[in-house]
């Protein structure tokens, strides 16, 4: 099946510093999604990107889907604590009816003061 | 923004016996809900997807009779763990599709089997 590969696993940043994640896909994806995950809930939605090339901002949060339509990737500028959590990125084939998501691997952010 | 609610938060149960978690759509109607797992540091993995007043759909490899799914009501769908065993443990989150195809996950319900 279709596997989303995000890089890194893992980061270790000091607070303040910039962030940058990314996913790629072996597939083509119409809908690139991120989010992200506390520890013990659900994940809650950062971004949506619909169309190839997209570059879309949520605050500190900016998003960009790929030209090929197999990668995106998610900066956080200016980090602060509470960034601290997993963040997913997810693929959409259809954006009409029931279509699945895929998720990523899954970045895990650490933020030290 | 749409919120999707997860009843209970957390369960331990003995083996053998069936747990029933609960997903509803508390501020809109949702014609499609889907299943995942997720085991500790790892990615949801999806287990099925639940259609209002049809039958689920069932990711390969994910057993049917173990997990019932019911979608009985445009807010609410439930998965039910039948004779659940210690390696069904695990973080059980859903999802519901708004009107728009967005989607808005629930806070996850953490399954413990002893």
């Known amino acids: 099946g279709q596997q989303l590969n995000q890089s890194p696993q893992s980061m270790f940043i000091q607070e303040g510093e910039d962030v940058s994640m990314n996913c790629t896909s072996s597939?083509?994806?119409?809908?690139w999604l991120w989010y992200k995950q506390d520890p013990g809930e659900g994940p809650v939605l950062l971004i949506a990107l619909y169309k190839a090339g997209e570059l879309t901002s949520n605050g500190r949060l900016t998003a960009q889907f790929g030209i090929t339509r197999k990668d995106s990737f998610l900066n956080i500028s200016a980090s602060i604590p509470s960034d601290v959590g997993i963040y997913f990125c997810a693929g959409r084939v259809n954006t009409g009816t029931a279509s699945k998501l895929t998720f990523g691997t899954g970045t895990r952010l650490q933020v030290t003061l | 923004g749409a919120v999707v609610s997860q009843h209970p938060s957390r369960v331990i149960c003995k083996s053998g016996t069936s747990v029933k978690i609960e997903c509803r759509s508390l501020d809109f109607q949702a014609t499609t809900m889907f299943w995942y797992r997720q085991f500790p540091k790892q990615s949801l993995m999806l287990m099925a997807t639940s259609n209002e007043g049809s039958k689920a759909t069932y990711e390969q490899g994910v057993e049917k009779d173990k997990f019932l799914i019911n979608h009985a009501s445009l807010t609410l769908s439930t998965l039910t763990v039948t004779s659940a065993h210690p390696e069904d443990s695990s973080f059980y989150i859903c999802?519901?599709?708004?009107?728009?195809?967005?989607?808005?996950f629930g806070e996850g319900s953490r399954l413990t089997v002893l």
């Open positions: 999802s519901a599709k708004g009107r728009a195809g967005e989607l808005f």
């Open positions: 597939s083509i994806f119409n809908t």
